[in-house]
């Protein structure tokens, strides 16, 4: 590909030059590649500039003078351009497929997922980026990113693309925007779930994460808000697309709701709700357990028929379905009790899971979990208070320390259950807890298990992960029983 090819839009005298790549990354550079100086947290790519072009980059592309001559290409944002940059590389991919968008701090997996399977139960070819995996077709390839890094996003697309896919669901996370990984992306459509406390540790307040989270709809054709949600209300009056509002009860409509969501029955074996709009009513029963997840259904049904998939295709999808790895997921135990694990690691994530678990539990409550370390401190003891509101006993343990003090971790944690009278223990070793909450289980409990989810691995001190699989550890606890 040509310089002037690839960098049209970004400067107007251009060399006609051979192009062999582009990266933001300086182990990557070689012959012939353009590099995009990008300042992170650690590290800023103008340090390196002059050095990319003695090792052969033909030009760079920054923010500020560099003193690099004609090799130096100036912009106003070097992430954004990385990303355009990027696009135009792989032959602009995201514009040979329907892109489909879902944020929200919990339910973003579940709800694509959900959307996805409607979509091929049409008759749809879908790929699917997300927190658990990405997928083309019948392919797989691990997740790294819940929204992949630039490069790997549009290279990802580029095989969807060439593998035949039609429409791409994706998990849009608020780094995957700020940080403008997807490019000129453009969506047909996108859903706002929710907002509560998370990675605050990076963007440094809520008001920061919802204006990353708001960014999405700068860039659809048709939005979905949840208006359950304060900042879901808020941003259905904010935006100027094409939007509607979705909501729990007869009262949604009060909050701008298009879509209310009634008549919800509750059982361990699924739910079942009405989709009222105006005077059009669907009867909807779905495999799937807990309250929160009749919103998720709510929310991918509303999207689907949005998307012209057929009532018919949405409700076939939704009978038989149990949920996504990790969300909510049933662990068989063969006994008279019952375990779920669920990816829960928010305070409002483990109050839903936890509330809608409570609601078809006979017996005891019991929830495990952790918080993760090198990660926002403040939700903590918040997490704590949230499980210490529906859970009858808490088991406080690990969840991926990284380089904290595990044990340090658990004492933020129990700050939380300071001014409660609910039951805990604590155990530091996740696979030791595990055992000792099935060890505790008697016939009509439910184990909680929150936190890890889909993952496979604990993450500790140095980035080292070790294989940690709840469902293995469920098992080999029941063995020892």
Not at 431 to 448: C, K, L, P, R, T
Request: charged share 20%; with cysteine; glycine share 10%.
């Amino acid at each position: 590909m040509k310089l002037y090819a690839l960098l049209e839009g970004l400067a107007t005298a251009l060399p006609d030059s051979e192009i062999t790549g582009v990266s933001d990354d300086t182990r990557n550079i070689r012959e012939g590649m353009v590099f995009v100086c990008v300042k992170g947290s650690r590290f800023d790519g103008h340090d390196a500039a002059a050095d990319m072009l003695a090792k052969g980059a033909t030009a760079v592309i920054a923010e500020r003078d560099l003193g690099l001559g004609e090799q130096q290409i100036l912009v106003s944002n070097s992430r954004k351009a990385y990303g355009d940059l990027c696009a135009a590389w792989y032959g602009h991919p995201e514009q040979k497929m329907r892109l489909i968008g879902v944020t929200g701090t919990n339910g973003k997996t579940t709800v694509t997922t959900l959307i996805q399977k409607m979509l091929q139960q049409a008759g749809r070819k879908v790929g699917l980026i997300g927190t658990v995996q990405y997928e083309i077709g019948d392919e797989i390839i691990a997740s790294v990113n819940t929204t992949p890094l630039t490069d790997a996003y549009f290279s990802i697309l580029a095989k969807m693309a060439a593998a035949g896919c039609t429409d791409v669901v994706m998990e849009v996370s608020s780094f995957g925007l700020e940080q403008y990984r997807i490019g000129p992306s453009h969506f047909a459509a996108a859903a706002f779930l929710n907002l509560t406390q998370d990675h605050l540790d990076v963007h440094g307040s809520m008001e920061n994460y919802y204006l990353a989270k708001k960014m999405l709809f700068d860039r659809c054709d048709y939005a979905l808000i949840n208006t359950d949600d304060a900042y879901g209300k808020r941003l259905l009056s904010e935006i100027t697309c094409d939007r509607q509002g979705f909501g729990m009860g007869e009262d949604a409509s009060a909050h701008g709701a298009a879509f209310c969501v009634e008549d919800v029955a509750i059982s361990g074996s699924g739910t079942a709700f009405t989709l009222v709009s105006g005077d059009a009513k669907t009867r909807i029963t779905t495999g799937m357990m807990g309250r929160f997840n009749v919103s998720n259904a709510a929310a991918a049904t509303i999207l689907c028929r949005k998307l012209g998939v057929a009532d018919a295709d949405i409700l076939a999808m939704l009978h038989d379905y149990t949920g996504v790895r990790g969300r909510c997921e049933l662990i068989p135990t063969g006994r008279e009790f019952t375990v779920i694990c669920d990816y829960a690691h928010t305070p409002d994530a483990i109050e839903k899971v936890l509330s809608a678990m409570k609601e078809c539990t006979a017996g005891r409550l019991i929830a495990l979990f952790g918080c993760g370390g090198n990660r926002d401190r403040t939700k903590r003891p918040r997490m704590a208070a949230a499980a210490a509101k529906y859970a009858d006993v808490v088991i406080v343990t690990s969840d991926n320390p990284r380089d904290e003090d595990p044990d340090a971790i658990i004492a933020e944690i129990l700050t939380g259950l300071a001014d409660t009278d609910v039951e805990y223990h604590t155990v530091t070793d996740r696979a030791q807890a595990i055992h000792f909450a099935v060890g505790m289980a008697s016939a009509g409990d439910m184990i909680v298990l929150a936190g890890k989810g889909h993952e496979d691995y604990q993450i500790i001190a140095g980035g080292v992960k070790l294989h940690m699989d709840e469902r293995e550890l469920v098992a080999d606890a029941l063995a020892a029983l």
